[in-house]
């Protein structure tokens, strides 16, 4: 799940979901973790101590610790945790939409004038900062990224589903790729070398092909838990059909085509 998901299934929800007093801010949080991100919340304390005690909590690898300063606005994702300066013992915790300015922002919120998850409108009164996922992808959605090495460019930024991986128009071979899946998609692949043939398979993040060589790739294999959609440019033929399902092999064999560009979205 990620945080659309989330959102989508809790949102005008309440739950108690630690069994502990009732309904509170910190069970929104504590499903958050949970469903999003895979971390089962133990009973740490009250709201602001996710932020004041945060050293001594198992979110250190997944999450960065940020201080509120008066440039800072909170983005898409973060937990947002405001101290006993909001005016109670406990302070409030809430997961921030993305939405604001310096003045004030938006955040969804358990037990803040309401008992279900709502969107609600704050100032920085008592904030204290926010915990930001160090996995981004959670977040915005993405299930596959990707980047290619190309001749004379060498390596590419990372492209996200549905963008193009490659040059057209430009005569220039693509010599290398990493694949890699977020949320839950699980990947493994190959590549079709110029004077060797098929590649080993490698899996989520490592490089198939050759870099310094000089050496084209001339097809890609795919095999993926989820059902993919790919095109590809080839030399002289342009924009291949489009190639869909689990397991895809794009470009040519024997009849030395580089391969230049591709794209790939999830289904």
């Not at 920085?124 to 977040?139: A, E, H, S, T």
Request: hydrophobic fraction near 35%; aromatic fraction near 10%.
């Amino acid at each position: 799940m990620n945080y659309s998901e989330f959102i989508n299934t809790y949102n005008g929800k309440g739950f108690d979901y630690d069994g502990v007093s009732g309904v509170q801010c910190v069970d929104l949080i504590k499903m958050y973790l949970d469903k999003v991100f895979g971390i089962k919340a133990g009973a740490w304390g009250n709201a602001k101590d996710y932020y004041e005690n945060f050293n001594n909590l198992p979110l250190k690898n997944s999450f960065t610790r940020i201080a509120n300063t008066s440039a800072f606005i909170p983005q898409k994702g973060d937990i947002v945790i405001w101290g006993s300066g909001l005016g109670n013992t406990y302070g409030h915790i809430a997961i921030a939409t993305g939405e604001g300015n310096t003045n004030e922002f938006y955040s969804y919120d358990l037990n803040w004038g309401s008992k279900v998850v709502h969107k609600v409108l704050h100032n920085y009164r008592g904030f204290l900062g926010v915990l930001r996922p160090n996995d981004q992808y959670k977040i915005t959605g993405e299930e596959i990224t990707y980047k290619v090495h190309i001749q004379d460019i060498g390596w590419t930024n990372i492209q996200k589903e549905g963008e193009i991986a490659g040059t057209e128009g430009k005569g220039k071979r693509i010599e290398a790729i990493i694949l890699e899946g977020h949320n839950g998609l699980d990947l493994s692949y190959r590549v079709h070398m110029e004077n060797i043939g098929w590649s080993n398979w490698v899996s989520n993040g490592q490089v198939a092909g050759t870099t310094g060589q000089c050496r084209r790739i001339e097809a890609i294999e795919i095999k993926a838990n989820k059902t993919l959609e790919v095109q590809e440019h080839v030399q002289n033929v342009g924009w291949m059909p489009v190639s869909k399902g689990t397991n895809i092999r794009i470009g040519t064999e024997e009849k030395s085509l580089r391969l230049e560009a591709f794209k790939i979205n999830v289904l």
